[in-house]
């Protein structure tokens, strides 16, 4: 017994001595880079602001945008999915020229008034630092590091967790992000250490070089009561809803524009030119870029309720047609707003829709709704406690797992992979056979 309780430990040790300076340093290298992405982005954005004119060079923003990647970024088009794809079934490394090529597009997409994020970029420049890494590592030191297969499945994880934690300032949910965002239904526990240090690593260096993240308050969380709860569980599935109709005109945006535009550099042209009739259309920029000015008045200003479908609208068209950023700072408006609206006194009441505070609901939309698209609940949860406070999480838990539940299958991410059907899971705990279910998802439509 005690012979196999050693053996055991040293398994352990072994394990930690091996990743925790690999872990380390992918948060150094996500944390650098995503310091020079936070700089670059609001350079980008003060500039547009106060250069309005700009505006008009959408098209031309998307143009070059497309040829870049037309002539220098083939292999690295699918962004996040080839990530994804790499992480599922690894066959080449991951090129370097991602990074830089996704720091590039997502500049030149906020310079001239597209609406994305940058928790994409931040994921692809710090998973192709990290794949960079373990070849090197692979080429000079394999017989200590044995960075091969699913190791390198571990190295690229670690590499979206330091991105994502890094560009939030949120490290237990970059964590849980890198391990949960593969596929629903499935966890890898193989790689929670290496993504937890080079999470907080990466957290760290973000803002040991100067750079710092916004802070939103909700100074006031209610007991959770029997009321409450079944706000909650309302208000989750609203979120899950629009977290499908966002995930789901994203994509039939980008498939139209791919059927009818043969070249793909003049999609985001044409899309360009729609955006910037659209912006002179409702004469605001305040659906354009990453939109944080209106995220933070949703925790303690009355907006206009359709704010969120404007946003669903802008960013659906801006990624669809090929603009490079990120959906997830997009889908924190929407959420923010959308709880806004649903705080709202009712056109014939002064009575709210919902009785929870404004504040409180736009909390919970703000992770509720990036739940849903992206089918990660736990790093959602934790991010609402990392941003709000614990008096927050069972609400903005509560909200993000409904809402999960109610987006379905369409996530913003096309190459995440259904370890276990949501619905089949929960068949089978209503007791049907593993076989009935089986046959029975196998008879779904595809």
């Excluded at 962004?79 to 597009?105: F, K, S, T």
């Excluded at 990120?326 to 009785?355: C, H, R």
């Excluded at 999480?393 to 992979?417: E, K, N, P, W």
């Amino acid at each position: 017994m005690n012979k196999w309780i050693r053996l055991e430990q040293a398994i352990a040790i072994a394990y930690l001595v091996k990743w925790l300076p690999i872990g380390s340093m992918i948060g150094i290298l996500t944390g650098t880079s995503s310091a020079a992405l936070l700089a670059t982005l609001d350079w980008a954005t003060g500039w547009r602001e106060s250069h309005r004119w700009i505006l008009i060079l959408l098209p031309l923003g998307g143009l070059l945008s497309g040829l870049i990647y037309d002539y220098f970024g083939s292999s690295v088009e699918a962004g996040n999915n080839l990530l994804l794809e790499e992480i599922h079934d690894p066959q080449v490394v991951v090129p370097l020229r991602m990074a830089p090529l996704i720091l590039l597009g997502t500049t030149i997409s906020h310079l001239v008034g597209a609406s994305v994020g940058r928790e994409g970029t931040a994921v692809q420049m710090g998973a192709a630092l990290a794949d960079a890494l373990s070849e090197r590592l692979r080429q000079r030191l394999t017989q200590i590091f044995r960075l091969h297969g699913k190791n390198r499945r571990i190295v690229l994880m670690a590499g979206i967790s330091g991105g994502f934690a890094s560009v939030f300032g949120t490290p237990l949910a970059g964590m849980l992000f890198g391990l949960e965002v593969l596929a629903f239904g499935k966890f890898r526990y193989e790689g929670l250490f290496p993504c937890l240090i080079a999470a907080i690593v990466g957290d760290q260096i973000t803002l040991a070089w100067g750079l710092h993240h916004q802070v939103y308050q909700i100074p006031i969380v209610p007991k959770l009561t029997i009321l409450g709860l079944l706000t909650a569980i309302v208000a989750g599935a609203i979120f899950g809803l629009t977290a499908k109709v966002f995930a789901t005109l994203t994509h039939q945006i980008s498939a139209y524009f791919k059927a009818k535009i043969s070249y793909p550099p003049f999609r985001p042209m044409v899309g360009g030119i729609l955006i910037a009739i659209l912006i002179q259309s409702v004469g605001t920029t305040k659906y354009i870029g990453l939109g944080i000015p209106t995220i933070v008045s949703a925790f303690d200003t009355q907006l206009p309720p359709w704010d969120f479908a404007a946003k669903i609208g802008f960013t659906a068209l801006s990624l669809g047609s090929g603009f490079k950023g990120g959906e997830v700072t997009p889908l924190f408006y929407i959420g923010a707003t959308l709880g806004n609206a649903l705080a709202q006194p009712l056109p014939w009441s002064d009575a709210p829709l919902f009785g929870l505070p404004a504040p409180l609901l736009a909390g919970m939309g703000f992770v509720a709704v990036f739940a849903g698209a992206a089918n990660t609940p736990l790093a959602s949860t934790l991010m609402a406690i990392e941003l709000f406070g614990v008096a927050a999480g069972s609400y903005a838990g509560i909200a993000c797992i409904v809402s999960y539940l109610c987006s379905g299958h369409a996530g913003i991410y096309r190459s995440q992979r259904v370890g276990l059907s949501k619905y089949t899971a929960l068949k089978h705990q209503e007791g049907l056979s593993i076989k009935e279910l089986e046959i029975e998802r196998n008879a779904e439509p595809k």
